[in-house]
């Protein structure tokens, strides 16, 4: 598995994004920070961005990132940074 960074900007104002965060939860995927999650997937970042962006508006922003190396963090959501201290 590897794990990726997913950020995304959602530029539509009071559109409920219940689908995209259903979609990460079903992945596994744990929020880091408001519009961060980090995820462990067996695929590529572009893979990962074609799915989401299906549950997103067209207007919106999205990053996906591999993570391979050196990582620092302070005040994360709750407990999710067992996510990045897992190997």
């Known amino acids: 598995m590897a794990k990726y960074e997913v950020s995304y900007d959602l ?28 995820i462990d997937r067996q695929t590529t970042a572009q893979q990962i961005r074609d799915d989401l962006q299906h549950h997103m508006d067209a207007n919106d922003g999205i990053l996906v990132t591999g993570l391979t190396g050196e990582a620092a963090w302070r005040h994360l959501e709750t407990n999710s940074d067992r996510v990045l201290k897992a190997a």
């Not at 990460?24 to 995927?29: I, M, S």
Request: proline letters at 4%.
């Open 11 to 38: 530029r539509n104002p009071g559109r409920n994004y219940e689908s995209l965060w259903k979609r990460l939860g079903e992945w596994g995927a744990v929020r880091v920070l408001q519009s961060v999650w980090i």
